[in-house]
């Protein structure tokens, strides 16, 4: 079985991909399989997150493979409200309680996304949110300390979200 212990540069072609949901993608070392049922580990610094386009390198025995990282979609609820002092009530509420939350643009506006909770759910609808359940992928900030959404330490060049459109995320946080 291949052993990823490193990061690849952004630009290198990818060999194979690996769906991983928000939790999975915390962990810093674990052995899955791949998309084309290959087994395969990565032992990573602890703390590392994975995040959507993050490529892992593994070489063993003069094999090279790049696999990149795919968030996959997960249960998510979308939150969206009728204007800005709303917004930020909601997202301060929430990242009072130290809640992982998304923030988005779409089409509609604004909205937030988090994991599902009743009572976090109960709280926004007593804030007068609307809620909509949602199949996405979860990529919430990893905090204000912890390096523009990233908690690995390899480089991405000039700019680091080049996998997503500014009309896609604003900014997420934690």
């Given at each position: ?5 490193n ?67 997960e249960?998510l609820v ?12 909601a ?32 709280m ?21 300390y912890?390096?523009?959404g ?12 080049a ?12």
């Amino acid at each position: 079985m291949l052993i990823a212990r490193n990061f690849a540069a952004p630009d290198s072609p990818a060999t194979d991909i690996l769906a991983l949901d928000y939790e999975a993608r915390l962990k810093s070392r674990q052995h899955l399989l791949l998309q084309s049922n290959e087994e395969f580990g990565y032992n990573l610094p602890p703390g590392t997150c994975l995040q959507d386009g993050d490529k892992l390198l593994a070489e063993e025995g003069g094999i090279r493979r790049v696999v990149a990282i795919v968030a996959k979609a997960e249960d998510l609820v979308q939150v969206r409200v009728g204007d800005a002092l709303h917004f930020a009530r909601a997202a301060y509420h929430l990242g009072n309680r130290h809640v992982k939350v998304e923030i988005g643009r779409d089409g509609q506006g604004l909205f937030l996304c988090l994991q599902p909770d009743h009572v976090l759910e109960e709280m926004l609808q007593r804030l007068g949110c609307r809620l909509t359940r949602v199949k996405a992928p979860f990529q919430p900030e990893s905090g204000a300390y912890s390096g523009h959404g990233h908690n690995h330490g390899h480089a991405h060049g000039a700019d680091t979200h080049a996998h997503e459109t500014s009309e896609q995320r604003i900014h997420t946080f934690r």
